[in-house]
């Protein structure tokens, strides 16, 4: 998780299959979420 400018960026890793280990996952995705400062306190 990293906070780019006026975004938050996040990094997921999962599978799309049932892994052996929960370590294993092979799916890597990135999202990024726009931070509403607004709307905080």
Excluded: N, W
């Excluded at 006026?6 to 990135?30: M, N, W, Y």
């Amino acid at each position: 998780m990293d906070i780019d400018g006026d975004e938050l960026v996040i990094q997921a890793r999962s599978c799309d299959e049932r892994p052996p280990f929960a370590h294993h996952g092979k799916l890597i995705t990135f999202h990024r979420v726009r931070i509403l400062r607004a709307s905080t306190y």
